[in-house]
């Protein structure tokens, strides 16, 4: 008795599955990720792009690290060398387009992002979404030659203070490699 129930739940499921791939909409997955490192080489966690119809989701999700609000944004280039104390990782993309910060009345770039909030036990994680940016290779893109990085700095952002809104030294970084 109990075998033939396991059996029609086994074959439930699996019309369930056939009904789910019959519909040609197939789930999101990330396009690039990035592995989170702090300046010692330390792994605190992990960011993925994953684009949709008319932006990208940016996740985020770290641990230990230090509890409280940190500035995020997406840098111009994928290369963060802890040598330069990540500065090889570029600027906030776009940053030569207009004014630094989310609630700036000029701005913001189009790599500004909402902080992370990390608690008390070192853990913590961001989704945001953004039409600022676009996973393309063109030059504007995401994945152009030089790429691009997350960043997550010691202080939280402004977004609102000249140049890079109150967030202090640069903390991790990740350079992201397309999945495919
Ligand atoms: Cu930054
Ligand atoms: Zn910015």
Redesign the pocket.
């Known amino acids: 008795m109990t075998r033939t129930i396991a059996a029609l739940l086994a074959s439930a499921a699996l019309g369930a599955g056939m009904a789910h791939a019959d519909s040609h909409v197939s789930a999101p997955t990330p396009a690039a990720t990035a592995e989170m490192r702090t300046l010692d080489g330390t792994i605190v966690g992990t960011a993925t792009l994953t684009p949709g119809t008319d932006g990208v989701v940016v996740h985020l999700s770290v641990e230990g690290l230090e509890p409280g609000a940190k500035?995020?944004?997406l840098?111009a280039v994928a290369e963060c060398d802890p040598a330069t104390e990540f500065k090889s990782a570029g600027g906030?993309i776009g940053d030569s387009d207009s004014t630094h910060g989310l609630l700036h009345p000029e701005g913001p770039h189009a790599?500004d992002l909402p902080n992370l909030y990390v608690g008390a036990d070192g853990k913590g994680e961001m989704q945001a979404f953004t039409a600022r940016v676009a996973l393309s290779e063109t030059p504007d893109g995401m994945l152009d030659s030089d790429g691009a990085s997350l960043?997550i700095?010691a202080s939280g952002d402004d977004h609102f203070t000249q140049p890079?809104g109150t967030?202090g030294a640069?903390l991790a970084c990740g350079a992201f490699q397309p999945t495919s």
């Open positions: 500035g995020v944004h840098h906030h790599g960043m700095h890079g967030t640069r």
